[in-house]
């Protein structure tokens, strides 16, 4: 059965660093999310890309982040300038345009020291 | 302004009873709304949805969910509980208003960590 995948599994690096975090969804879905963990906290979402485009970005999602699609395969998220605060478990999840549920990658945890 | 809450940080249940894992939900229109499970170093992994059609929707492992409209709840049950299905559960929900700025974004839980014991 399809997954998708996410590298790395565990990412550590000091604050004012950037770090960018890779997915590769299933293969044949059409729409792409991030969503972050802060340790304790609610799975929060953070940006909707569709057709090449941000379709949604969250309050979260400020000028710090970006998202591309490079090569019609991986969805990265890019984090510019890295805080402590964005220590957090990062989900990549993908959808078909059939249907509404959301797959998800098994997460990326971000340590910013 | 959507939100989900789910009431109890834990659930604990013996083997062969039933269990039930309860939610409940705020959107501004008709929502659609999802269970996922979480296991350990994994990721969120479907259980079932509810769009519209029959209240009662099944989905894997045996999983059921009840939608209630007067109630906005969304409560998991599952008539047997296995040792196997102990794991994080949660609850999303996503507004049906295409029009919005809503466009498939699920809103969360805070997660239900369900233990089921031998």
């Known amino acids: 059965e399809p997954e998708v995948t996410q590298t790395p599994s565990h990412q550590v690096t000091q604050m004012g660093q950037e770090v960018i975090l890779r997915c590769v969804p299933i293969s044949n879905h059409l729409y792409f999310y991030w969503y972050r963990q802060i340790l304790g906290q609610k799975v929060e979402f953070l940006v909707s890309?569709?057709?090449?485009?941000?379709?949604?970005k969250s309050e979260i999602f400020d000028d710090q982040f970006s998202v591309e699609r490079p090569d019609g395969s991986n969805f990265t998220l890019k984090i510019r300038s890295t805080k402590l605060e964005d220590s957090a478990m990062y989900f990549c999840a993908s959808r078909p345009g059939s249907s509404y549920e959301q797959y998800f990658g098994p997460g990326t945890r971000l340590t910013v020291t | 302004a959507q939100s989900v809450a789910q009431p109890e940080d834990q659930v604990n249940v013996a083997e062969g009873n039933p269990l039930t894992v309860k939610c409940t939900y705020s959107v501004s229109g008709n929502p659609y709304l999802f269970w996922y499970v979480q296991y350990p170093n994994r990721g969120l992994q479907f259980l079932l949805k509810y769009i519209t059609g029959d209240n009662l929707v099944k989905g894997s492992y045996g999983f059921e969910a009840e939608f209630n409209k007067s109630q906005t709840s969304f409560h998991l049950k599952k008539p047997s509980a296995l040792v196997s299905d102990s794991a994080l559960y949660f609850c999303a929900v996503r507004d049906k208003n295409l029009g919005g700025s809503t466009l498939g974004r699920l809103y969360f839980g805070r997660g239900t960590q369900l233990t089921v014991w031998p």
């Open positions: 890309f569709y057709n090449n485009e941000i379709s949604e």
